[in-house]
């Protein structure tokens, strides 16, 4: 379904509140394992290791004094750990008990729920590929607005329908990944979505390897087997569109929270 004010994507039908527990418990859901069972697998972890060093780069570039960090859906830590490692005083929020427990085994600490962060005490908070998966997108901003200080950081990283990928596989396109994911956003919705928060946008950035990844599950869910050159190039050649077009597969969103 598409809200024609804000280009927001809902997945209709949504699965109840009770029953989304559920649909992240397989050991094929590789956010919340550390599994390296296949070769996807360990390129997978390979590519992670660069993406988790520019992620702190970035967040550096605009927070370069540091201070407390927030990570809501943080997995397994693995971000969480390298901002530590970086000067961050870090906090995750990650609803599944099976990553929880990976992650507290790296050293994280973890608050139940994003009710219980204070109001303002944030400097940053990060979503990496988390937006699409809360229940009520509105009310997630609204806290999100809440928790940061006046002027914090919001980082958001979500899949753009908009991409090539996403037109060329069409309902096979694995970041539809439903019913998972309960909302699909583009850069239009990103941005009349927050700023009716108060919350401004500050700049949009492609997440290039994403379209590669996404596109060799594609093509699995397409044909039912792992075709790496038909994904890679497929891949390559929405990474060369979007350069013309910036409709990269994923992009990450850098916001302000404007004073009160």
């Known amino acids: 379904m598409l809200d024609a004010d804000t280009g927001l994507l809902k997945t209709h039908p949504q699965p109840a509140l009770g029953d989304l527990g559920r649909y992240y418990?397989?050991?094929?859901?590789?956010?919340?394992?550390?599994?390296?069972?296949?070769?996807?697998?360990?390129?997978y972890h390979t590519v992670k290791q660069k993406a988790l060093r520019d992620k702190i780069s970035l967040i550096?570039?605009?927070?370069?004094?540091?201070g407390k960090l927030l990570d809501i859906g943080a997995g397994t830590g693995d971000f969480l750990v390298v901002a530590q490692q970086n000067?961050?005083?870090?906090?995750?929020?990650?609803?599944?008990?099976?990553?929880?427990?990976?992650?507290?085994?790296?050293?994280?600490?973890?608050?139940?729920?994003?009710?219980?962060?204070?109001?303002?005490?944030?400097?940053?908070?990060t979503m990496w590929h988390v937006l699409e998966h809360v229940p009520?997108?509105?009310?997630?901003?609204?806290?999100?607005?809440?928790?940061?200080?006046?002027?914090?950081?919001?980082?958001?990283?979500?899949?753009?329908?908009?991409?090539?990928?996403?037109?060329?596989?069409?309902?096979?396109?694995?970041?539809?990944?439903?019913?998972?994911?309960?909302?699909?956003?583009?850069?239009?919705?990103?941005?009349?979505?927050?700023?009716?928060?108060g919350i401004d946008l500050l700049e949009i950035l492609p997440m290039k390897f994403d379209s590669f990844y996404v596109s060799l599950l594609s093509e699995k869910y397409k044909t039912g087997k792992m075709k790496f050159i038909a994904g890679f190039w497929r891949g390559l050649v929405s990474n060369i569109k979007?350069?013309?077009?910036?409709?990269?597969?994923?992009?990450?969103?850098?916001?302000?929270?404007?004073?009160n």
């Not at 550096?60 to 540091?66: D, L, S």
């Not at 037109?167 to 009716?196: C, E």
């Not at 979007?242 to 004073?259: C, D, P, Q």
């Open 242 to 259: 979007a350069s013309r077009n910036f409709e990269y597969s994923s992009h990450i969103y850098v916001l302000k929270n404007a004073k």
């Open 60 to 66: 550096q570039r605009f927070k370069p004094g540091k």
């Open 25 to 43: 418990e397989s050991d094929d859901y590789i956010s919340h394992t550390d599994g390296k069972r296949s070769l996807f697998e360990k390129l």
């Open 136 to 197: 009520d997108v509105e009310a997630q901003i609204t806290e999100l607005k809440r928790i940061v200080k006046p002027d914090g950081v919001l980082v958001i990283a979500v899949p753009n329908y908009k991409s090539h990928d996403a037109i060329y596989y069409g309902a096979y396109w694995a970041a539809y990944d439903v019913p998972r994911h309960l909302w699909h956003f583009s850069k239009t919705s990103i941005k009349k979505l927050f700023g009716k928060k």
């Open 87 to 125: 000067g961050w005083n870090i906090t995750g929020i990650e609803p599944s008990e099976k990553a929880r427990n990976i992650a507290k085994g790296k050293g994280v600490r973890l608050a139940d729920a994003l009710q219980d962060i204070p109001s303002h005490s944030m400097d940053v908070v």
